[in-house]
């Protein structure tokens, strides 16, 4: 699984060369993950970049990327694979047109891999091209206590059981992250199977590399004070700060909008690209705009 990656500088090399700026500690942890081969656990606000390592781990490592977004009501039967009625229900009227049907033949034949539509985890213990591929488990802490420990038995033994075909184990396990933004917690024994690590804002520094990575042609000037206020308003009483995400957003509307460097008038228009909810949007506009910006430019200055 790892013959890519020798070192947590080549984690970095490997990340950095799908655009994704990793600090020390997370390419550790990404490295420990795909040598000892345990599920990596990953928490932190919407919009930090917890999703796109996944992507970014599969893109590096040539892997297929299988995402089971979570969401409240997920069971198992979701995740894992359904039946198509339809087609069993055209199969059935066929055979019954055509008389004479065998009916365990038909059992056998209604209950195979060609009416079987595989779902996320079912997916992710087949054998795929180029290796055992990256399962996504995104946002888990939207579903509820039931999956956590349905998943806590698919993780260990990493097979999944269907009634009328058995069960199916994973070739070689697939290489697993699970995210959860925290607007709950998540159990223990589900934590302790797994490698864990707070995704956090990145600093000053870290921010600007992300965006000269994902918006090259902002300019310089433009691209410092855009982080610069993004960092500024996350110090203020928010409903929702903006994530990362926001930052780059907001950096490639501006840049869509010609504007070479910020105003309050600029800030006003394009609020929506970085604040999601209406009452941050109406605290942030006019004078208390003009006043965070008057104090990330004498940052800037000074930095």
Sequence with gaps: MTEKIASIDAVQTMLAGQNYVCGRALATVVFLAL???????????????????????????GRRLIRLQCYEGLDAASAVYEWN?????????????????????????????????????????????????????????????PFEAFLLEALSDFQVTIPELGTIRAPEPPIVILTSNRTREVHDALKRRCLYHWVDYPSFANEIEI????????????????????????????????????????????????????????????????????????????SEAKRLLEEVRK?????
């Design 35 to 61: 040598r000892l081969g345990r599920p990596l656990f990953l928490e932190g606000e919407a919009g930090v970049g917890k999703t796109e390592i996944a992507k970014a781990i599969a893109a590096g490592l």
């Design 85 to 145: 009625f339809a087609a069993q229900m055209i199969a059935i009227r066929t055979a019954e047109a055509g008389g004479g049907a065998d009916r365990d033949l038909l059992k056998t034949e209604l209950f195979s891999d060609e009416y079987l539509i595989a779902r996320p985890l079912l997916e992710a213990m087949r054998p795929q091209p180029g290796g055992a591929p990256v399962l996504l488990i995104d946002e888990l802490d939207r579903t509820d206590e």
């Design 211 to 286: 965006l000269h990575a994902r918006a090259p042609e902002a300019a310089e000037t433009l691209s410092r004070e855009v982080v610069a206020f993004v960092q500024k308003l996350r110090t203020e009483d928010l409903f929702k700060r903006p994530g990362v995400a926001e930052t780059i957003d907001w950096a490639k509307c501006l840049l869509a909008l010609d504007v070479i460097d910020l105003s309050p008038e600029v800030i006003a228009d394009t609020l929506g690209a970085i604040l999601k909810y209406q009452d941050d949007i109406s605290r942030i506009q006019g």
């Design 299 to 303: 940052e800037v200055t000074l930095a």
